[in-house]
């Protein structure tokens, strides 16, 4: 892929700049990690899983310890479970899950960046007053009228990071609606309009997640991989979450528990396709795959 085409007219990368994450800047001219903690007792992967009972806080602090010397840059807590048939939580169950957490994190490293993984405005907002510097939401503010303004009030006084997912419906629903007559083309457009109402609301930096697994079929989960690099046209980095998902084990007909190497291997191709951020629940091989790619003269 010629170097040409990851310049804006002005000469800038697209999708490769610096975030500011409340006072610190990190540098996504390089892709960075994101490893994923989660708070929830059911989500798809139960290596991702953590409890947040103080017998367990522990365990916790040491899962983020070796992610952080593996090399994330991020750290993305997650208290409710967003695949398809996973059980209700309340707000406050919600945020009873993942507070403890963000706060023993930063309490044994206090440096650590940390991303809140939530649709819910309140949540967010709790944990940012905790400590966490980013917003990740997998409903792109469709889920929760107040997200939007929550995050553009954050924004007037500090700097917090927003990451905008693409999704149609909610997890119940959104496999009903996975239907397209130009799947990359109206998923640029459908993160536009969201995109420019933050933008509207104060909202400062952007990250764009084209939420791989979320209203789309294993085969356009392929499709958009393969056409990722048209999402520079929006100018935003890139955040990819293929780690251990369905695409990859339905078509190698193996578990998630057995879907590293095959994440590896997705992860390899969204890095030479322009992604900034992998989200991942393997840090040291996900880091590895950054290093090996970076070696290519094209990249």
């Known amino acids: 892929m010629p170097k040409d085409t ?104 206090p440096d650590a960046l940390l991303s809140i993984d939530t649709f819910r405005a309140a949540v967010a907002r709790q944990a940012v007053a905790s400590g966490a510097v980013i917003i990740n939401d997998v409903s792109g503010g469709t889920l929760d009228a107040a997200m939007f303004a929550t995050v553009g009030g954050l924004n007037q006084s500090d700097s917090v990071p927003y990451v905008l997912m693409h999704l149609r419906g909610t997890p119940q629903t959104m496999n009903s609606l996975a239907i397209y007559t130009d799947l990359v083309t109206e998923i640029i457009d459908e993160l536009a309009i969201q995109l420019t109402t933050l933008r509207a609301l104060g909202a400062k930096d952007v990250i764009l997640d084209p939420g791989f697994g979320f209203a789309k079929t294993v085969e356009q989960n392929f499709q958009l991989l393969d056409q990722l690099d048209v999402f520079r046209v929006v100018g935003e980095p890139l955040l990819v979450g293929l780690s251990r998902k369905t695409t990859i084990w339905k078509t190698l007909k193996i578990s998630a528990n057995e879907a590293l190497n095959g994440t590896t291997v997705l992860n390899t191709a969204a890095l030479l396709k322009g992604a900034s951020i992998l989200r991942v629940h393997d840090v040291r091989e996900a880091v590895e795959a950054i290093k090996l790619t970076q070696q290519l003269t094209f990249f």
């Open 6 to 109: 990851k310049k804006t007219l002005g000469g800038a990368p697209l999708g490769r700049h610096f975030v500011n994450c409340r006072g610190r800047l990190v540098d996504l001219t390089q892709p960075v990690v994101m490893g994923i903690l989660n708070a929830t007792p059911d989500s798809f992967f139960a290596g991702s899983r953590v409890s947040t009972k103080q017998s367990s806080i522990d365990r916790v602090v040491d899962r983020a310890q070796r992610m952080l010397n593996e090399g994330a840059t991020f750290l993305d807590i997650g208290g409710y479970s967003t695949r398809p048939g996973a059980d209700a939580v309340t707000p406050s169950e919600e945020a009873d899950r993942v507070l403890p957490i963000i706060e023993a994190i930063l309490a044994n490293f």
